[in-house]
């Protein structure tokens, strides 16, 4: 009977181990988009880029799926958050973000900045709502608005909208591996593409 048992559990062991096989078989143009003109990046990291709005709720759904992700993510990868730019609005909030990175500040506010829009309905999309929101989260208001439309920042946004640019974005939120790959969603589903998508360009390399 002992014997019967075990045969049964590696039998299920086995068929989980196939089930998972299967789930890692993503396909392109389902699961993933492969742009036609991919960025060439050189060095030894596989880069990810997370492109998000503070006001778009498929991001703040994304969001602790990526910071979960970030934390285990291979020593080799060089995760990047990049406000996309692509309006007006969108680019305040950009704007926004990249002085209180500079600041030092992105990993103390990052996530609170999204419960205040979401959970707390904070209309946070200006300059001057968001350096009094920042200033409360204690980064100087002073500096933050020096910043805010300084050469630096505006260097960075020339960044994000010449990346969503090359990479065809059209609307967030949007994970791009290697400048090659985008992964689109809002769910748990996203990080395990890009935990493939990352393999996959890793194997690339070789």
């Given at each position: 009977?002992?014997?019967?048992?075990?045969?049964?559990?590696?039998?299920?062991?086995?068929?989980?181990?196939?089930?998972?096989?299967?789930?890692?078989?993503?396909?392109?143009?389902?699961?993933?988009?492969?742009?036609?003109?991919?960025?060439?990046?050189?060095?030894?990291?596989?880069?990810?880029?997370?492109?998000?709005?503070?006001?778009?709720?498929?991001?703040?759904?994304?969001?602790?799926?990526?910071?979960?992700?970030?934390?285990t993510k291979g020593k080799n990868v060089a995760f990047f958050k990049t406000p996309?730019?692509?309006?007006?609005?969108?680019?305040?909030?950009?704007?926004?973000?990249?002085?209180?990175?500079?600041?030092?500040?992105?990993?103390?506010?990052?996530?609170?900045?999204?419960?205040?829009?979401?959970?707390?309905?904070?209309?946070?999309?200006?300059?001057?709502?968001?350096?009094?929101?920042?200033?409360?989260?204690?980064?100087?208001?002073?500096?933050?608005?020096?910043?805010?439309?300084?050469?630096?920042?505006?260097?960075?946004?020339?960044?994000?909208?010449?990346?969503?640019?090359?990479?065809?974005?059209?609307?967030?939120?949007?994970?791009?591996?290697?400048?090659?790959?985008?992964?689109?969603?809002?769910?748990?589903?996203?990080?395990?593409?890009?935990?493939?998508?990352?393999?996959?360009?890793?194997?690339?390399?070789?």
């Amino acid at each position: 009977m002992k014997r019967v048992i075990a045969l049964t559990g590696l039998a299920f062991a086995i068929g989980l181990a196939s089930t998972g096989a299967q789930a890692a078989n993503y396909v392109a143009g389902k699961d993933y988009r492969v742009l036609d003109n991919p960025e060439n990046i050189s060095g030894d990291a596989i880069v990810v880029r997370e492109f998000f709005w503070y006001g778009c709720p498929h991001c703040y759904n994304l969001n602790p799926h990526m910071e979960k992700w970030a934390k285990t993510k291979g020593k080799n990868v060089a995760f990047f958050k990049t406000p996309a730019a692509l309006n007006p609005v969108w680019e305040a909030s950009a704007r926004g973000f990249y002085s209180a990175q500079l600041l030092g500040y992105e990993d103390k506010t990052h996530d609170a900045l999204f419960e205040a829009v979401h959970t707390d309905g904070k209309q946070l999309f200006d300059q001057a709502s968001l350096s009094k929101w920042y200033a409360s989260k204690g980064v100087d208001q002073k500096k933050f608005n020096s910043l805010y439309n300084s050469f630096a920042v505006g260097t960075k946004i020339g960044r994000s909208q010449a990346g969503a640019k090359r990479y065809q974005l059209t609307g967030v939120p949007a994970v791009v591996v290697q400048g090659k790959y985008v992964v689109t969603g809002e769910g748990a589903k996203v990080v395990k593409v890009v935990d493939y998508l990352v393999d996959k360009a890793r194997a690339e390399k070789k």
